[in-house]
């Protein structure tokens, strides 16, 4: 199938992009990899008066450092970064490894040297690696509209299914990642049917320490940990209750396999809205996704203590 007939808009600043975004209303879409959009437009599951292209934006591609506001050192990503790009950073896996390490496992090679880390995030699909590490690691979503500038945390950016925060006349323009001080471990964990497609369900880990030296590492208590899900609801989720039950633990104490898979129950015993469908019912998804928290988090912690990771 071919799109419905649209007209192309190619702005040269993100200033010109929003004005048209306010202009054009609802008729209106900004594309920039175009990886999610364009199966949809030529499926007819969606149908656009007009394509905003922001690839030829500046300002809204790159990777550097930036100071952050609260807790010190922050990386920032341009919307318009290819997955590609992302996966290529030393930066990123130096500073943010969590989204390194997500990135092999977006689609096929050709989708990440198209598609952007902006466009996964404002897509919002449930199952996608980006959303998920974004939320996992409290990211800040930056965005622009003809009202000026605006910082939304990943918290309250995934707002439905394919919905976010954004306003029709607003232009995501980058993503702020703020970087660990001390003892961190991270990893990320999914199942799909065949590689490159969508997650039947997925964990994302990210777990600090308290303190930066020490005796013994599995003295120090969990000062911090995200337990991010994907491929399990609606949007991307955090598992708030298992992550509230951890923290402040001595990290040797939920270091072993029993306790992984504790906390993999717990990270999917209250979850609601669980698709069941042609890839497995709901109650399948909640096992496969259990296990996968408890992998990820063992692989996760075992870092944070500069252990090799075990398996659950």
């Known amino acids: 199938m071919k799109p419905s007939s649209f007209s192309y808009h190619a702005p040269a600043s993100a200033k010109e992009a929003v004005e048209l975004l306010a202009e054009l209303g609802d008729g209106a879409k900004v594309i920039a990899g175009g990886q999610s959009l364009i199966p949809m437009l030529a499926l007819r599951l969606a149908a656009f008066e007009h394509l905003i292209d922001i690839r030829d934006v500046p300002g809204v591609r790159g990777i550097s450092g930036r100071d952050g506001s609260v807790s010190g050192e922050a990386v920032w990503i341009g919307a318009g970064t290819t997955q590609a790009a992302i996966g290529r950073s030393a930066l990123v896996a130096a500073k943010i490894p969590l989204l390194a390490r997500a990135t092999p496992l977006i689609g096929h090679f050709q989708i990440r040297n198209r598609g952007t880390i902006g466009g996964s995030l404002a897509h919002a699909e449930a199952a996608a690696e980006y959303p998920a590490v974004a939320l996992t690691l409290d990211a800040v979503i930056e965005t622009v509209s003809p009202r000026g500038q605006r910082a939304i945390p990943a918290n309250g950016f995934f707002t439905g299914l394919w919905t976010t925060a954004l306003e029709p006349d607003e232009l995501l323009t980058g993503v702020v990642f703020g970087v660990p001080g001390g003892r961190a471990g991270f990893a990320i964990e999914e199942f799909s049917r065949r590689p490159g497609d969508f997650a039947v369900a997925g964990a994302a880990i990210a777990i600090e320490l308290a303190g930066r030296n020490g005796p013994d590492p599995r003295d120090a208590p ?78 996760a912690i075992s870092e944070a203590l500069g252990e090799e990771a075990v398996s659950a």
């Open 222 to 299: 969990v000062s911090r940990c995200g337990i991010g899900l994907f491929g399990l609801g609606p949007t991307p989720l955090r598992a708030s209750a298992a992550e509230a039950a951890v923290t402040g633990t001595p990290a040797g104490d939920v270091s072993t396999d029993a306790r992984a898979r504790e906390i993999g129950q717990a990270a999917v015993a209250d979850l609601e809205s669980v698709p069941s469908d042609l890839h497995g019912p709901a109650a399948y998804r909640k096992r496969v996704g259990a296990a996968l928290v408890a992998t990820a988090w063992l692989r």
